[in-house]
């Protein structure tokens, strides 16, 4: 069955310093894989996906991630985080008729 | 309306009774999931609906669980003999399974469920 890890569950940075989250999965299948993020009191949305070509994936808000498949890796960055980046941060990987979602990071932005 | 419905958005109950919990899925949506959000435990899948299809049901943690899916559309999720341990934020998500490079969620604000 499909897993991801995702390490620093609790992650405090100032405003304009560089965010890295680190999401490893596991699964034997054709790999897609997907980080959603919850804003505070807010549903659980989209903010990037992977599915083939080009590993290095761009999302919503500034937000990238890379795929490697050598690392089974799949980290989320951003150069310079705002305030409103303040939210909870899943890794996901899809397989066997569902997403299995990391235990995800909490960031917390100080202005 | 314009999103994934769930209902209630709390419930407090006492242990040994059952609870039900509400969904609706998006229009349109064949797809619908069930997760469990536990403190610091991530997304737990429950179960998942497909059209027609027989749903996978591998995620339930117990028999105390279960969840049907009437007229493809709107879904219920019991737990019966509630236990503490039970207590979770439940979210509903669904997604329009035929556009196969689109596997995009879309969740609901869940029902905060606390067992005393």
């Known amino acids: 069955a499909q897993s991801v890890s995702q390490h620093n569950h609790h992650v405090i940075l100032s405003e304009a310093a560089s965010l890295e989250l680190g999401c490893n999965y596991s699964?034997?299948?054709?790999?897609?894989l997907f980080w959603y993020v919850q804003y505070p009191g807010q549903h659980l949305q989209l903010l990037l996906k992977y599915f083939s070509g080009d590993p290095l994936v761009k999302g919503i808000k500034g937000f990238e991630a890379e795929f490697i498949k050598s690392k089974f890796s799949f980290n989320l960055r951003k150069p310079s985080v705002q305030w409103s980046d303040t939210a909870e941060y899943f890794c996901?990987?899809?397989?066997?008729?569902?997403?299995?979602f990391g235990k995800g990071n909490q960031v917390v932005v100080i202005p | 309306g314009a999103g994934v419905s769930q209902s209630p958005s709390n419930k407090v109950t006492e242990k040994g009774k059952d609870v039900e919990l509400r969904c609706d899925p998006i229009s349109g949506h064949t797809a619908l999931y069930w997760y469990r959000q536990s403190l610091g435990q991530g997304l737990e899948f429950l179960i998942y609906f497909q059209g027609n299809s027989a749903p996978d049901k591998s995620g339930l943690p117990s028999d105390r669980f279960s969840a049907e899916r009437t007229g493809g559309s709107v879904s219920t999720l019991t737990i019966q003999r509630t236990q503490q341990e039970d207590s979770a934020v439940y979210l509903c998500?669904?997604?329009?399974?035929?556009?196969?490079?689109?596997?995009?969620?879309?969740f609901g604000s869940g029902t905060q469920l606390s067992v005393l």
């Open positions: 996901a990987v899809k397989g066997n008729n569902r997403l299995a």
């Open positions: 998500a669904s997604s329009n399974a035929q556009l196969t490079t689109n596997e995009k969620l879309f």
């Open positions: 699964y034997g299948g054709t790999v897609n």
